[in-house]
Nanobody, 124 residues
Framework: QVQLVESGGGLVQAGGSLRLSCAASGRTGSSYAMGWFRQAPGKEREFVAAISWSGRSTYYTDSVLGRFTISRDNARNMVYLQMNSLKPEDTAVYYC?????????????????WGQGTQVTVSS
């Protein structure tokens, strides 16, 4: 089992920045990719970014490419999502997820472990 706890969400004006953090505990000795997903009100959960176990491979959905950066610190069991140039359409609950393998994935079904989510609200 892997437990995940997100933090860092909040209210920010358009154009601003936030840094989300995800702390992992439990089976942290295993090698697993990590991902960030988000869900806006009335919409399905969508993929945002993913990073491989080594951190050498990352992938982003087109809408955040160039604005968001995913990173990880395996020594501290932490994953981060730096969000810059935020837009009102980025408003959502953001979830951290741990994958079932070391390679990154974009399908939520490939992530068996999820955090409780953190709210990000971007005002115009």
């Amino acid at each position: 089992q892997v437990q995940l706890v997100e933090s860092g969400g909040g209210l920010v004006q358009a154009g601003g920045s936030l840094r989300l953090s995800c702390a992992a505990s439990g089976r942290t000795g295993s090698s697993y990719a990590m991902g960030w997903f988000r869900q806006a009100p009335g919409k399905e959960r969508e993929f945002v970014a993913a990073i491989s176990w080594s951190g050498r491979s990352t992938y982003y959905t087109d809408s955040v490419l160039g604005r968001f950066t995913i990173s990880r610190d395996n020594a501290r069991n932490m994953v981060y999502l730096q969000m810059n140039s935020l837009k009102p359409e980025d408003t959502a609950v953001y979830y951290c997820a741990a994958g079932s393998s070391s390679a990154y994935a974009i399908n939520s079904h490939q992530y068996p472990y999820w955090g409780q989510g953190t709210q990000v609200t971007v005002s115009s």
